[in-house]
């Protein structure tokens, strides 16, 4: 049976999130859905991370097996003609039987996005966290290289998170102002339950001047996460990047991505 990988790039904003539940509208409910009716058979689509309410994707990574045979052409505009507005397949692969879209993926990017002015934002309402008060960046950018390497992210987890080992691979975390914005991207093997919203959440307490930027290595030293900052609203977080070994040959994730921030 032929097994497809799909990109898909979505605005999370009406989600319950990617995975699919029964009293919710989901991602993963709303592609399955279109993809079955192109199939014309019903078709379980997985994805490499389930990202939350909320949360957004430029480049999310799915798979599925079908008996049904379409050109690639078709499977994308067939798809697509299915979806809603707020979700679209950005390209269609064949890929091996032995390819998984979760557990194939050697590594993840997140961008999450804070507009730091006084003004509110309109057409981005959705899209960012906004932060009235000044952010000072070089304290933020120091306090982000003590979380660099692999630990214990005990403290930048989830009480509800289900993964078996708190320890993780952080292996980027810059933190960049473009304006009004300011940009935190996050690159590691996998990711934690809510962990990229909490360490944003305690860089901008850095930022604001709240701690020092030592203090964020202790927080991760601590493994508490009653001592960390704030969990980041989902809003302001796109999963813009799942990496896989170049024998699949999928395409790249767009640069710039999103809004060429």
Not at 7 to 15: P, Q
Not at 91 to 102: I, K, L
Not at 144 to 150: D, M, R, V
């Amino acid at each position: 049976m032929p097994r497809l990988a799909i990109g898909i790039e979505y605005d999370g904003t009406s989600f319950c999130g990617w995975q699919r539940q029964e009293h919710a509208g989901s991602i993963q409910a709303a592609v399955e859905a279109a993809v079955s009716a192109v199939a014309d058979e019903p078709v379980a689509v997985n994805a490499a991370g389930r990202t939350d309410a909320g949360v957004h994707a430029t480049a999310q990574v799915a798979h599925f097996d079908t008996r049904a045979v379409r050109n690639l052409r078709s499977w994308l505009l067939g798809i697509n003609s299915n979806l809603p507005r707020a979700v679209t397949l950005t390209w269609v692969r064949e890929v091996p039987a032995g390819f998984d879209a979760r557990y194939s993926a050697t590594a993840r990017t997140y961008r999450y996005l804070i507009l730091n002015r006084t003004a509110r934002p309109a057409l981005r309402r959705d899209r960012v966290w906004w932060v009235a008060s000044g952010l000072t960046l070089a304290p933020m950018q120091a306090a982000a290289a003590e979380l660099l390497g692999e630990h214990d992210f005990s403290a930048f987890r989830a009480a509800q998170c289900q993964a078996r080992s708190p320890r993780r691979d952080l292996q980027r975390l810059a933190v960049d102002r473009r304006g009004d914005f300011i940009v935190v991207e996050c690159r590691a093997n996998a990711f934690l339950h809510h962990m990229v919203r909490n360490i944003v959440g305690s860089l901008v307490r850095v930022g604001r001047g709240e701690a020092d930027p030592s203090w964020l290595g202790e927080v991760l030293r601590g493994r508490d996460r009653r001592s960390a900052g704030m969990t980041a609203p989902a809003c302001g977080l796109y999963l813009t990047a799942v990496h896989y070994p170049a024998r699949f040959d999928l395409p790249a994730p767009a640069a710039g991505c999103p809004g060429d921030l």
